[in-house]
């Protein structure tokens, strides 16, 4: 069964670090294209970053390209999100997913 677990988000002032985490289980991390999205309040998901299988390329939306890094651990089968200077709008509920399927999201809110 796959198994996608976010953690890691959390309240941050504007131009702060986060790193969400997502634990898999069910399936081998690096043999899949991982992807992270997100939803903000009353809008669409939309698509953040993605990693594919070996080598691991990574591509990211335009609106946090040099902000965010996606990364993986295959020892630890764990995906992560490195935000750095988090802005208000980035506010959303983060998820990892694995093509149709994605965990329970976890809440980012960037605020002063």
């Known amino acids: 069964e796959v198994q996608l677990v976010e953690s890691g988000g959390g309240l941050v002032q504007p131009g702060g670090s986060l790193r969400l985490s997502c634990a898999v289980s069910?399936?081998?991390?690096?043999?899949?294209?991982m992807q992270w999205v997100r939803q903000a309040p009353g809008k669409e998901f939309e698509w953040v970053a993605s990693?594919?299988?070996?080598?691991?390329?990574?591509t990211y939306a335009d609106f946090v390209k040099g902000r965010f890094t996606i990364s993986r651990d295959n020892a630890k089968n764990t995906l992560y999100l490195q935000m750095n200077n988090l802005k208000p709008e980035d506010t959303a509920v983060y998820y990892c997913a694995r093509g149709v399927s994605r965990g329970q999201g976890t809440q980012v809110t960037v605020s002063s």
């Open positions: 069910g399936f081998t991390l690096r043999s899949y294209i």
């Open positions: 990693i594919t299988g070996l080598p691991g390329s990574t």
